[in-house]
């Protein structure tokens, strides 16, 4: 049978291209999700990131990594979800200045450990941010194995943090820190044993990310149920933008 996972070109990524973007869409108040047309496009494996980098007229350079949001079954394209930081030197830009039509400098796509290869069953850990490389799994598996046990417990602050609120579905399970919807009856405060028993995915793989914090205290209560470490996969990202 086909792998799910597309096997990736032998092509060296780290060849910087000027992609197009064809679509800006306003995920949450402060997070845009940008669909860029790439003339030397190359499948990625879920969990891969893209450079990008700014020039300034006087030479100066800013340059992120942001995780890849879309399914490697989208040919031509990627989908960057990109989270304004106010004191970031790239953020700001794509969600002050970029339009549809505009062309950005990348370089891509890279690979870590941090990928999902088609095992199964899989837990998906996220907070805030974090849930971008876990929508690519959960979109990629939703378009080649929908029958895979795959669950994504996914914590915010409040209502207007939830990034991809429109297609999470009964994948997800959230959680609230803060300030949940009028009307929520589900769970409240930090990720827990309970709800991460909730998601009922026992002990496959996992993949936990989101800030320094918040992946030391989910990983420990995922090692807590009884995972395997070498089956627990995280991913931090820092104050940069």
């Not at 092509?11 to 860029?36: A, M, N």
């Not at 876990?134 to 207007?160: E, F, G, K, N, W």
């Amino acid at each position: 049978m086909e792998s799910p996972v597309p096997t990736v070109q032998q092509r060296v990524p780290g060849r910087w291209q000027i992609g197009t973007v064809t679509s800006i869409k306003e995920e949450t108040p402060r997070v845009k999700s940008f669909r860029i047309d790439l003339p030397m496009w190359m499948p990625h494996l879920p969990g891969q990131h893209y450079d990008v980098r700014l020039t300034d007229p006087d030479g100066y350079r800013a340059q992120r990594s942001y995780s890849i949001a879309s399914s490697p079954l989208d040919e031509g394209e990627i989908e960057l979800t990109i989270d304004r930081l106010e004191d970031g030197e790239v953020s700001p830009y794509f969600h002050d200045v970029v339009v549809e039509g505009d062309q950005v400098e990348v370089r891509g796509p890279f690979t870590s450990y941090f990928v999902w290869h088609g095992e199964k069953p899989v837990l998906l850990v996220g907070g805030g941010s974090g849930v971008v490389p876990l929508m690519c799994m959960l979109r990629h598996r939703r378009r080649t194995m929908p029958d895979l046990p795959m669950r994504l417990v996914y914590s915010v602050r409040q209502a207007d943090d939830v990034i991809y609120a429109d297609e999470l579905g009964d994948d997800a399970i959230l959680t609230f820190t803060r300030e949940p919807p009028e009307e929520w009856d589900g769970h409240r405060g930090r990720i827990d044993a309970e709800l991460l028993a909730k998601a009922g995915i026992d002990r496959g793989i996992a993949f936990v990310c989101g800030s320094n914090g918040f992946v030391e205290t989910a990983s420990q209560l995922i090692l807590d149920t009884g995972y395997d470490p070498q089956l627990i996969r995280t991913e931090r990202f820092g104050p940069t933008g």
